[in-house]
């Protein structure tokens, strides 16, 4: 139904910089909400980032000032710019989106893409 494809994980050090994308592909009517969760090891998938359609975002506290979303309507596709990385940021960064389909384009389906490493070590 639909695709949801991230990338852009890697090794960074800490103060260094990264940008992940998500571009989501398929039976799509439209996309509403994209956001980037992630989980640490040990530990639950939190919010990091949410967009919505018209460009408004929510940020966690832990990332406020630090990262930035964005999105590109015409492209189904989300980006997470992220400066001034932390060894605590290190995750999996899982994309999520909320997508009307083609065959329901009156009911929003949640979607997740299968994640992303992000390493913040020296």
């Known amino acids: 139904q639909v695709q949801l494809v991230e990338s852009g994980g890697d090794l960074v050090q800490p103060g260094g910089s990264l940008r992940l994308s998500c571009a989501a592909s398929?039976?799509?009517?439209?996309?509403?909400?994209m956001g980037w969760y992630r989980r640490a090891p040990g530990n639950q998938r939190d919010l990091v980032a949410v967009?919505?359609?018209?460009?408004?975002?929510n940020y966690a506290d832990s990332v406020k000032g630090r990262f930035t979303i964005s999105r590109d309507n015409a492209k189904n596709t989300v980006y997470l710019e992220m400066n001034s990385l932390k060894p605590e940021d290190t995750a999996v960064y899982y994309c999520?989106?909320?997508?009307?389909?083609?065959?329901?384009?009156?009911?929003?389906?949640?979607?997740w893409g299968h994640g992303t490493l992000v390493t913040v070590s020296s």
């Open positions: 999520n989106a909320k997508v009307a389909l083609r065959s329901a384009p009156t009911r929003q389906d949640n979607f």
């Open positions: 398929g039976m799509i009517f439209t996309v509403n909400d």
């Open positions: 967009i919505n359609r018209g460009g408004v975002t």
